[in-house]
């Protein structure tokens, strides 16, 4: 069934750059948009940044706008994630999923096994 592969992390310095992608098996009928979100130990997943398959219209959190840039590939299934000037407080494991266009709500009940970055001083 759907499958969703995220890779690119790693361990790098501050001020680094990091490359993530995430890569679905189908395209789900009625699938308008995807999203990065992020998980700390000790903490809630969070938003990061979605975008739409059509149109590609963007949306950011506050704490990566201006550093990280959400792209796709429509004829891969593939979402990435281009993220600069990384902090230390970028660190956690990065998971991508399908999201409601409006409000970037996940809708669906499974996850990927996501991909560490860990971003030292």
């Known amino acids: 069934q759907v499958q969703l592969v995220e890779s690119g992390g790693g361990l790098v310095q501050a001020g680094g750059s990091l490359r993530l992608s995430c890569a679905k098996s189908v395209r789900t009928f009625g699938s308008l948009a995807m999203a990065w979100f992020r998980q700390a130990p000790g903490k809630e997943r969070e938003f990061v940044a979605g975008?739409?398959?059509?149109?590609?219209?963007?949306a950011y959190a506050d704490s990566v706008k201006g550093r990280f840039t959400i792209s796709r590939d429509n004829a891969k299934n593939t979402v990435y994630l281009q993220m600069n000037r990384l902090k230390p407080e970028d660190t956690a494991v990065y998971y991508c999923?399908?999201?409601?266009?409006?409000?970037?709500?996940?809708?669906?009940?499974?996850w990927g096994q996501g991909t560490q970055v860990t971003v030292s001083s």
């Open positions: 975008i739409t398959w059509s149109g590609g219209r963007t």
């Open positions: 999923n399908d999201v409601a266009p409006v409000g970037w709500v996940v809708v669906n009940g499974y």
